[in-house]
């Protein structure tokens, strides 16, 4: 019988997903992928078919989850996560953040196992506070397009609390920021894969509104440690994982034309409604309580990723999407 840690990562074909499932494997656990394939991807994931230690199950995480044996941990990831995507997948987007948290709760309670949730940077919505620290309870409009995505969040971060206080599931929820790297989809409208695929095939680069909005950008690596981390800790509150280096959107498009030696120019199209004016993690409850804080900078983790979409782009995936 195997004694290595058995780890299931819900949402595992995604960006952060795929790149927990190999973090975990490399560190010697059993890992149980589960994804029903609306945002993720099999091709995020099938280079760890060839691991014995890997399995993967196609499954939409809102049905009743049946798994053999024992869980030590569940990692709850699955979700759309680009607001174009959750503005295409407004019912999907409530029920995985709804009815896929409460399965994925009930099934940590049932197993005994530790439970992390994949919360957001969205629980603050438009912020009055800044930088953004845990203790703001954030400005979110509950029935505006982003309410979905916002609203589904901050009912599985009630949730996640609630099966800790009253069932005694270990249970941890980790806010993430905005972050970027290897795997982002290429079309999955988010600033980073817009501007580089724009940047890569010479065309405009679409900046929303006038580009003065902020955002601040944490590169996948460094989100996984801190991930790792916290599900390692004692922390139960929710707890901020991102990288503090703020810049405008401007900015951002402008960096992303420097890497990529790229002649695009920049075009303005409208702002999306409720789009956050800016946003920045505190990451001093990280600093201090998982002694995490991020490790790569900027012009690092571009070059990273823009190597990926030279891939990509290279193999003739479509980019081609931005605002619905
Ligand atoms: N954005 C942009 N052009 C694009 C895609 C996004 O200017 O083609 C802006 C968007 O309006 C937002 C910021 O970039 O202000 C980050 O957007 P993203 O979709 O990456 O994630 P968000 O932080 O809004 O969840």
């Known amino acids: 019988m195997t004694t290595q840690p058995r780890v299931l990562i819900t949402g595992g074909a995604g ?19 589960m994804d029903n394939l609306i945002t993720g991807s099999l091709s995020n994931i099938e280079h760890l078919f060839t691991d014995p230690k890997f399995h993967f199950i196609h499954q939409d995480v809102t049905e009743f989850i049946h798994i053999a044996g024992r869980l030590d941990s569940i990692l709850h990831f699955a979700s759309p996560a680009s607001p174009i995507d959750y503005l295409e997948l407004p019912i999907q987007t409530l029920k995985v953040g709804s009815l896929g948290t409460h399965k994925a709760l009930g099934l940590a309670k049932a ?11 969205e629980c603050y919505g438009d912020p009055k506070v800044h930088p953004q620290s845990e203790d703001y309870w954030g400005n979110v409009n509950p029935v505006g397009p982003r309410g979905v995505y916002d609203e589904a969040k901050r009912f599985a971060e009630a949730m996640t609390m609630a099966y800790h206080r009253f069932h005694g599931v270990e249970t941890r929820i980790v806010r993430i920021f905005n972050t970027y790297g290897p795997r982002m989809r290429l079309n ?3 600033a980073l894969p817009a501007f580089m695929s724009q940047a890569l095939e010479g065309k405009d680069m679409t900046v929303f509104g006038d580009g003065s909005q902020t955002r601040s950008f944490c590169f996948v690596d460094d989100l996984v440690e801190g991930i790792t981390r916290l599900l390692r800790s004692d922390e139960t509150l929710p707890t901020n994982i991102g990288n503090p280096a703020e810049m405008t959107i401007l900015q951002f498009a402008e960096k992303v034309i420097e890497i990529t030696g790229s ?3 920049i075009t303005f199209k409208d702002l999306p409604e409720d789009d956050p004016k800016v946003r920045q ?5 990280a600093q201090r309580v998982l002694g995490w804080e991020p490790q790569v900078d900027l012009d690092t983790g571009l070059v990273r990723t823009l190597e990926y979409f030279r891939l990509k ?12």
């Open 281 to 285: 993690p505190d990451i001093s409850k």
């Open 15 to 33: 960006f952060l997903g795929s790149h927990l499932c190999e973090r975990f494997l490399a560190e010697d656990h059993e890992v149980l992928c």
């Open 188 to 190: 999955d409208g988010r």
């Open 111 to 121: 197993k005994g196992a530790r439970f992390l949730l994949a919360s957001t940077s």
């Open 313 to 324: 782009l290279g193999a003739g995936e479509s980019a081609a999407r931005t605002k619905v």
């Open 263 to 265: 002649k695009s120019k």
